[in-house]
């Protein structure tokens, strides 16, 4: 069975950093691509990051650019996203997910960027 589990959300002030993890079982989670995904309150789901299965390269939305990092970590099956910089507007849930998509995602994990 497939199954993603997020987890490393939280509160912090504008300018601090998180890390999120991602935890894959039921797949090799570096044979595919993966995908980080956001949904602010009261909006869509959007796209923020993938990390390719071949090469592991990295794509983000132009909004994070510069100040978020995803990797992965083939021998824990897990992938990871580095905050940095945060903005109020980063307040979001997480999720990572095998389709850009979100269809085969996680439950999610909730980062709150207040002052």
């Known amino acids: 069975e497939v199954q993603l589990v997020e987890s490393g959300g939280g509160l912090v002030q504008p300018g601090g950093s998180l890390r999120l993890s991602c935890s894959a079982s039921g797949f090799t989670l570096v044979s595919e691509n993966m995908y980080w995904l956001r949904q602010a309150p009261g909006k869509e789901l959007e796209w923020v990051s993938t990390i390719s299965s071949v090469g592991g390269f990295t794509y983000y939305t132009n909004s994070v650019k510069g100040r978020f990092t995803a990797s992965r970590d083939r021998a824990k099956n897990k992938m990871y996203l580095e905050l940095t910089s945060l903005k109020t507007e980063d307040t979001a849930t997480y999720y990572c997910?095998?389709?850009?998509?979100?269809?085969?995602r996680g439950q999610g994990t909730q980062v709150i960027v207040s002052s």
């Open positions: 997910a095998k389709d850009r998509a979100g269809t085969i």
